[in-house]
């Protein structure tokens, strides 16, 4: 199983970040076409920092202050650049941050340095990048925390930063105290480290050191290198081909939901960090239609999400099977070429791999829907081109029904 493992041993910041896994071989290109989706294009270079190579990533925007709803706008916009899983936890992680303003400030307004620019596309580059790897599972070594104060939007503030702080304390990362007194954490990069955490280190024993690279930030002390490593790791333990997983099954039974709201709630949840959710047609007592809410989701993010059913569907009780063991296939977005019509577009197909062969093929549904729009050309058809494309990608490249 591919594992990316964080090493923040000198903090974390979004722009490291994306560093690091561009480092570890994450597809430029579709990073950068989803950063320039708010920015022009960033610069991407090589460093060195206490003398280890690194990649710096330098958006040049301009700050700018936002309410949360101004940046999931910002990010809707953008929606045709970037894929559509990558979009969904760029949301996760804002949503992180402004509760974690919710919970410093009490009636939070505005986002100031987290909502500027350079930080919506650091996330979305981070979130794109994620994804481009391929990678199972996520893990996220202690966090270097620094000390002193700095000086914000809000005044004087102690480091960390009381963002980072309550991100921290919502996430279960581990952190431990540096020396420095310049920030090594800011939220942006909490919020990231703790949305892409899915195990925690410990839960690796042995493994294969696969890829390594380093995200540099922009100061350059001489006795400590000011980068974040991450790792693509293999690991060695045999779980078979089809890799298990844990997770709850949420249940409710509605019969006076209309199917606006259903479809609205399913969106909802998916955004929120739901791994699926679907709505069953079903005969209640009294013989009334109804439907069944299902959904599934990791053991930490239950009750929340129970919660939002209540809200959103108005149910008075939410079934919870906890630690349900799944089998699950490895899985890849890819990106491929398409050409419909006489126009030409770069499309994300998702591939389920067993034992190294890819068994299933699927176009993404939103990039092919908006692209249907777009041309007027039915959507079957324009899923039936993209995938023919990944198809052909892959057979040219070797991967076809064969070796990954």
């Known amino acids: 199983m591919l594992v990316l493992v964080f090493d923040p041993f000198h903090g974390a910041a979004g722009d490291m970040i994306v560093g690091a896994l561009l480092d570890c071989g ?18 991407i270079s090589e460093v060195t920092r206490a003398g280890i190579r690194a990649v710096k990533v330098d958006t ?3 700050p700018a202050h936002r309410t949360f709803a101004d940046v999931m706008k910002r990010l809707d916009d953008s929606s045709s650049e970037i894929p559509p899983e990558a979009l969904a936890m760029a949301k ?8 974690a303003e919710k919970l410093v400030h009490g009636s939070h307004v505005h986002f100031h340095e987290v909502g500027a ?3 919506i596309a650091d996330v979305i580059g981070a979130c794109t990048a994620f994804f481009s790897l391929g990678v199972k599972a996520a893990a996220v070594m202690p966090i270097t925390l620094s000390r002193g104060s700095a000086a914000g939007s809000h005044g004087i503030f102690p480091i960390p930063a009381p963002a980072t702080v309550a991100i921290l304390s919502q996430s279960g990362l581990i952190a431990r105290q540096g020396k420095e007194e310049d920030e090594l954490c800011t939220p942006t990069g909490a919020a990231l480290l703790a949305e892409f955490s899915t195990i925690t280190a410990p839960d690796i024993r042995t493994y294969n050191i696969q890829v390594v690279g380093y995200g540099a930030g922009t100061r350059d ?6 980068v974040i490593r991450a790792m693509i790791i293999e690991t060695t333990e045999d779980d078979g081909p089809m890799q298990p997983d844990m997770v709850d099954i949420l249940e409710t039974n509605i019969d006076d939901v209309s199917g606006e709201v259903i479809a609205n709630a399913i969106t909802r949840f998916i955004e929120t960090g739901a791994r699926d959710a679907s709505a069953i047609p079903i005969i209640m007592k009294k013989g009334r239609p109804g439907f069944l809410i299902r959904v599934i989701c990791a053991h930490d ?15 008075l009780g939410i079934r919870c099977i906890p630690a349900v063991h799944r089998f699950i296939a490895e899985r890849t977005i890819e990106q491929v070429d398409v050409e419909i019509a006489g126009k030409r577009r770069t499309m994300p197909v998702k591939i389920g791999w067993i034992e190294g062969e890819i068994y299933s ?8 829907r908006s692209w249907a729009s777009e041309t007027g050309i039915p959507l079957r058809e324009v899923l039936h081109a993209v995938e023919k494309a990944g198809w052909k990608s892959l057979k ?4 076809g029904q064969g070796d990954r």
Request: aromatic share 4%; no cysteine; proline share 6%.
């Open 92 to 99: 996760r992680v804002f949503k992180r941050i402004n509760d």
């Open 26 to 43: 994450a597809d430029r290109k579709s990073v950068v076409r989803a950063m320039q989706s708010v920015i022009a294009e960033p610069v």
């Open 60 to 62: 040049q925007a301009a």
């Open 301 to 315: 993010k239950s009750s929340g999400l129970a919660e939002l059913m209540a809200r959103e569907l108005g149910s």
């Open 361 to 368: 093929l699927k176009a993404e549904f939103d990039p092919a």
């Open 396 to 399: 040219k490249a070797g991967g």
């Open 221 to 226: 002390p001489k006795d400590i290198p000011n």
């Open 117 to 119: 620019d350079d930080a």
